[in-house]
């Protein structure tokens, strides 16, 4: 709901603050007072385009403040959230125009952009006139309007829902299509990579063992001619070192008798003795278990060959084949392989089917809604004194293209004139027209809108007498339910407002100004007799002030 509106060296008015309450608020005053200035204003706050102009003349800025109350607008609050706007149950948009037509525009004091503005402002506050900011020529708002008279919400979300899971495997699917190609032929190498690798059938640790062995194999002849010579050399007859050896410990033996200090020494000969003894044995069974083995060294020869090979052709060292074959293995588990991108179609149809059985749900309540919603609207439009218009809601099938928002575009229709055939809004109604439409349309689905505040900018132009009365009475009731600001030039209207506004204009020799009163109880009784009788008399302000009493 709007609170407060300053405005600053804007047009005509040089500095003016309105408190604004619940309920219906109305504009009045002379013709060229400036009664759309208020508006222009607010319009200006909600990112309308900026206009150099419309600075006050000798001022540098004009600027514009608008402060909402925001507690029961959710869908306000969780956009100011999102943005990190949030400041608490209040909102203040703010807009500066300098004098060179330079804009910027603020939310709770941080800059933001005009789009913004606008799509905070489209929750806000609807203005129904001429006025760029008009969400009744829009289509969306025509959607939004019957879905919300119909109570569709649950239904448009779950079709928002089966859209959006369609939309994501189509996605899915189109990309694996136009990667099909590369993936089968990646594939393909991957698929004869491992089968080369399945061949190979490396072990853990088998590597190592193959290499120590041929080694072995390779070096067998030799080893064993070396061992045959420490053989020889421990164990020949006369001089071999076992014989010397214990000839030493004999004599060393004889002298330890009478040397005592010559005993350790025996001791380490006799010890010696007896290493050489195992040495001999480890030697022995070294030259027992190695075998000159041509053939078996072939074969570990060549299962190393293949090996190394197998290393080289994918460039990695003979060690990480192992990890290599899992990697690639793992990476052809993973493709998507036909039997996928089979399963992936079946589900984007069954998501489709999905979609539009949930979507012809949608449709058939639509028309239900439309049906009902048209002949409320053109009910309200005969109380405004438009019998001859006919409202009508058209709903178009978008044949085979799918929409998040269902299966039809929904757009509001009029037709002004007997025999002609409904066209759309905007084609059509002429401005005075259209806001009566506007508040023949809101005044049905005022109970189902979730934008507080209302605007109309004279509604009542070319309408008088009864009508003028139901006019008023319309507004009164949806203030109750809201908040209602109306330029209005009638004073069946201006009677049935809770809050009255005047504009005056003021001349000086430098200067022209214009300003908003408040009204009191007695200037209200005296404008309302301007607005039915031109100059006051006792006749209009007795008719004024029946009006208001009544």
């Given amino acids: 709901m709007l609170t407060h509106l300053s405005i600053q060296n804007f047009t005509l008015v040089d500095k003016l603050d309105l408190e604004i309450y619940r309920g219906t608020t109305a504009v009045t005053g002379e013709t060229g007072a400036g009664k759309s200035i208020m508006l222009d204003a607010l319009g200006l706050a909600l990112g309308d385009r900026a206009d150099a102009d419309r600075v006050r003349h000798g001022s540098s800025k004009a600027e514009i403040s608008a402060s909402f109350d925001v507690r029961k607008i959710p869908a306000a609050k969780a956009w100011l959230n999102k943005l990190d706007l949030d400041d608490g149950n209040h909102c203040i948009l703010r807009r500066v125009v300098t004098a060179e037509g330079r804009s910027r525009g603020y939310?709770?004091?941080?800059?933001?952009?005009?789009?913004?503005?606008?799509?905070l402002g489209d929750m806000l506050i609807?203005?129904?006139?001429?006025?760029?900011?008009?969400?009744?020529?829009?289509?969306?708002?025509?959607?939004?309007?019957?879905?919300?008279?119909?109570?569709?919400?649950?239904?448009?979300?779950?079709?928002?829902?089966?859209?959006?899971?369609?939309?994501?495997?189509?996605?899915?699917?189109?990309?694996?299509?136009?990667?099909?190609?590369?993936?089968?032929q990646r594939q393909q190498l991957l698929s004869f990579q491992v089968e080369e690798l399945n061949l190979i059938d490396l072990k853990e640790g088998e590597l190592e063992a193959?290499?120590?062995?041929q080694?072995?194999?390779?070096?067998?002849?030799?080893?064993?001619?070396?061992?045959?010579?420490?053989?020889?050399?421990?164990?020949?007859?006369?001089y071999g070192l076992d014989n010397q050896l214990r000839l030493a410990i004999h004599k060393l033996g004889e002298l330890a008798q009478d040397h005592p200090p010559l005993a350790n020494a025996l001791e380490l000969m006799t010890s010696a003795e007896i290493q050489i003894q195992e040495a001999n044995n480890a030697i022995g069974d070294f030259v027992s278990a190695t075998e000159i083995n041509p053939e078996r060294l072939e074969d570990v020869e060549q299962r190393l060959s293949c090996i190394y090979q197998c290393a080289r052709k994918h460039k990695v060292h003979p060690s990480k084949l192992i990890e290599l074959h899992q990697a690639l293995c793992d990476e052809l588990e993973n493709l998507t392989s036909v039997e996928r991108l089979n399963e992936l179609i079946e589900a984007e149809i069954q998501a489709k089917q999905a979609y539009l059985d949930i979507a012809e749900?949608?449709?058939?309540?639509?028309?239900?809604?439309?049906?009902?919603?048209?002949?409320?609207?053109?009910g309200q439009l005969k109380k405004l004194a438009m019998t001859n218009?006919?409202?009508?809601?058209?709903?178009?099938?978008?044949?085979?293209?799918?929409?998040?928002?269902?299966?039809?575009?929904?757009?509001?229709?009029?037709?002004?004139?007997?025999?002609n055939e409904p066209k759309a809004l905007a084609k059509v109604a002429s401005g005075g027209e259209l806001s009566r439409i506007s508040l023949a349309i809101v005044v049905v689905t005022a109970k189902t809108s979730r934008i507080p505040t209302l605007v109309f900018d004279e509604v009542d132009v070319g309408i008088g007498g009864?009508?003028?009365?139901?006019?008023?009475?319309?507004?009164?009731?949806?203030?109750?339910?809201?908040?209602?600001?109306?330029?209005?030039?009638?004073?069946?209207?201006?009677?049935?407002?809770?809050?009255?506004f005047q504009v005056e204009k003021q001349f000086s020799r430098k200067?022209?100004?214009?300003?908003?009163?408040?009204?009191?109880?007695?200037?209200?009784?005296?404008?309302i007799a301007r607005m039915i009788g031109g100059k006051q008399s006792e006749q209009s302000l007795a008719h004024a002030k029946a009006m208001l009493n009544h």
């Fill in 107 to 119: 939310i709770n004091g941080q800059p933001t952009t005009m789009s913004q503005l606008r799509e």
């Fill in 126 to 184: 609807d203005i129904h006139s001429q006025h760029e900011h008009q969400s009744l020529l829009r289509k969306d708002t025509h959607r939004k309007l019957l879905d919300e008279f119909g109570n569709l919400s649950s239904l448009t979300d779950k079709v928002e829902s089966a859209y959006k899971y369609w939309h994501l495997l189509r996605s899915k699917l189109n990309d694996l299509q136009q990667q099909s190609q590369e993936t089968e």
């Fill in 210 to 213: 193959l290499e120590q062995e």
């Fill in 215 to 238: 080694k072995n194999l390779a070096n067998a002849e030799s080893n064993l001619h070396a061992c045959q010579q420490v053989i020889d050399i421990s164990q020949q007859e006369e």
């Fill in 361 to 378: 749900v949608l449709s058939d309540e639509r028309k239900k809604a439309a049906e009902k919603l048209t002949k409320a609207v053109n």
């Fill in 389 to 419: 218009a006919r409202f009508a809601i058209a709903l178009s099938p978008l044949n085979e293209k799918l929409s998040v928002h269902g299966l039809e575009n929904i757009e509001f229709l009029i037709s002004t004139n007997p025999g």
């Fill in 466 to 500: 009864e009508t003028a009365d139901v006019i008023g009475s319309l507004l009164r009731e949806l203030g109750k339910r809201g908040q209602v600001i109306c330029v209005t030039h009638l004073g069946q209207v201006a009677a049935k407002a809770h809050q009255h």
């Fill in 511 to 527: 200067t022209t100004s214009s300003r908003l009163i408040s009204l009191d109880e007695d200037q209200k009784i005296a404008e």
